[in-house]
């Protein structure tokens, strides 16, 4: 059975930076984009970033480019999402997911809270 | 690209139909003859599932009352015979170009 396991969340306060992880078990990341959506309190879902691959194309959400920036270690199936400059409705449950670079996200993790409160 | 979707919530009955429908502010019709849309289903509590991918292919295990339509800038997402466990939210997302987005949802309850 395969695992999707975002980490790295919590309580942080406005302006200041957290990384999350995400990690796979039981299936690998090695040659799919891995994805990061996030979903605020009672709202849908937001795509906010997605490495290629190759791990050279990273592309950006409106809401987050220049303060977030994706990247990936391939030796240890894991992905990471560097969140700069946090703001209060960056507040979310962050989910990253598997899939190809276009889409097709087939494998979810549980997703991690961050929150943004002064 | 702007992705609508409605009706915002539907109410279903077990063993009708049901239909969304999702609309691109432009055509998600690649030259390769696909259209660039999944389908995915948030139900209560947990992450989100794909239902269908490139417009009309339904995803790994997804049982075939679950169907996708529709090409340019208008699709469907249909279900044949409504079951009590497909009550959730569903999402259509674009895949055409970066960045990616996702429709606002439409809630399905019985």
Redesign the interface.
């Known amino acids: 059975q395969f695992q999707v396991v975002e980490s790295g969340g919590g309580m942080v306060q406005p302006g200041t930076s957290l990384r999350l992880s995400c990690v796979a078990s039981g299936i690998t990341f090695n040659s799919y984009g891995v994805?990061w959506?996030r979903q605020a309190p009672g709202k849908?879902?937001?795509?906010l970033a997605?490495i290629w691959d190759n791990g050279n194309d990273k592309?950006?959400?409106?809401s987050v480019k220049g303060r977030f920036t994706v990247s990936r270690d391939d030796s240890k199936d894991t992905v990471f999402l560097q969140m700069n400059s946090l703001r209060i409705d960056d507040t979310a449950v962050y989910?990253c997911?598997r899939g190809f670079n276009?889409?097709?996200?087939?494998h979810?993790?549980?997703?991690t809270r961050v929150a943004v409160s002064s | 690209i702007v992705m609508t979707q409605s009706p915002l919530s539907l109410a279903v009955t077990p063993g009708e139909p049901a239909s969304i429908s999702c609309r691109s502010s432009q055509s998600l019709l690649y030259s390769n003859g696909y259209n660039?849309l999944?389908w995915?289903l948030?139900k209560p509590g947990q992450?989100?599932?794909?239902l269908i991918?490139l417009g009309s292919h339904r995803?790994?295990g997804v049982p075939d009352r679950f169907s996708g339509s529709g090409s340019g800038t208008d699709f469907t997402l249909s279900i044949s015979r409504v079951e009590a466990e497909d009550v959730g939210?569903y999402?259509c997302?674009h895949?055409?170009?970066?960045?990616?987005?996702?429709?606002?949802?439409t809630k399905v309850e019985i």
Do not use: K, R
């Open positions: 994805h959506v849908g879902l937001e795509w997605v592309y950006y959400g409106d989910f997911a276009y889409g097709y996200l087939t979810w993790g549980q997703g | 660039y999944d995915y948030q992450s989100p599932q794909l991918y995803a790994s939210v999402y997302m895949t055409l170009e970066s960045p990616l987005a996702f429709g606002g949802g």
